[in-house]
């Protein structure tokens, strides 16, 4: 059981470039995130979608985009990187129902140069 | 809005030293409360979760009690080990809530 897979791991962008992250799901989790760790700030939501086909905005969604083409992907996008967007990226999902908590990826580690 | 609020760290303590780390949570209604671990280069992984006032979440020799009284989630250990070095984070989501909200996190550091 592979839980929530990531890709890539590491990438270096230069400034204005593009890219996605990949985000795979196999335990049929409607709900999936994206979150953006950095130094002394915790995390921070950036896009999430409640199934297959929805997307919201999170607390910090400018500069990236997202989308849920099938339930167990979840992209996000980054148009045109800046520096400040330089950060680790952290996909989860979760089950529906109050109780259940997120299983998180391991995380990619993005810098933009 | 909700909001978390963890003890500051870092905290270094030795092994086999008693651990509590201090969580207090802004919320409406009821929200289920969680604490997550983090290893270095890991994701975040589930530690334990209360749901309910009074519940006590356990996992792993670690503790923590949902107390609506003081709406506090404390994570407290007997007894640390090296390998309990990580990153700690609570969390709260209430049931009409899609995400779930984060505190800044707690590094602890243990020594042999």
């Known amino acids: 059981n592979a839980g929530v897979t990531q890709t890539p791991k590491f990438r270096v962008l230069k400034t204005g470039q593009s890219m996605t992250l990949l985000c795979a799901q196999d335990m049929n989790h409607e709900y999936m995130y994206w979150y953006r760790q950095d130094p002394g700030m915790g995390l921070r939501l950036i896009h999430y979608s409640v199934g297959e086909g929805t997307t919201a905005k999170g607390e910090v969604p400018d500069g990236y985009n997202v989308s849920r083409l099938k339930k167990q992907n979840f992209l996000l996008g980054l148009e045109s990187a800046a520096p400040s967007q330089t950060s680790v990226y952290f996909c989860a999902s979760r089950g529906q129902g109050k109780h259940y908590g997120y299983t998180f990826g391991s995380g990619t580690r993005l810098t933009v140069v | 809005g909700d909001s978390v609020t963890q003890m500051e760290g870092p905290v270094t303590l030795s092994e086999e030293a008693f651990l509590t780390i201090n969580c207090t949570y802004t919320?409406?209604?009821?929200?289920?409360l969680f604490w997550y671990v983090q290893y270095p280069g890991e994701g975040l992984q589930l530690l334990l979760k209360a749901t309910k006032a009074d519940d006590k979440g356990s996992n792993k020799g670690f503790e923590a009690t949902y107390r609506k009284e003081t709406t506090s989630f404390h994570l407290e250990k007997g007894s640390v080990q090296v390998s309990d070095s990580a990153v700690y984070f609570c969390?709260?989501?209430?049931?009409?809530?899609?995400?779930?909200?984060f505190g800044a996190g707690t590094r602890l550091t243990v020594k042999p």
């Open positions: 919320a409406t209604g009821y929200p289920s």
């Open positions: 969390a709260l989501r209430r049931a009409d809530n899609n995400d779930m909200r």
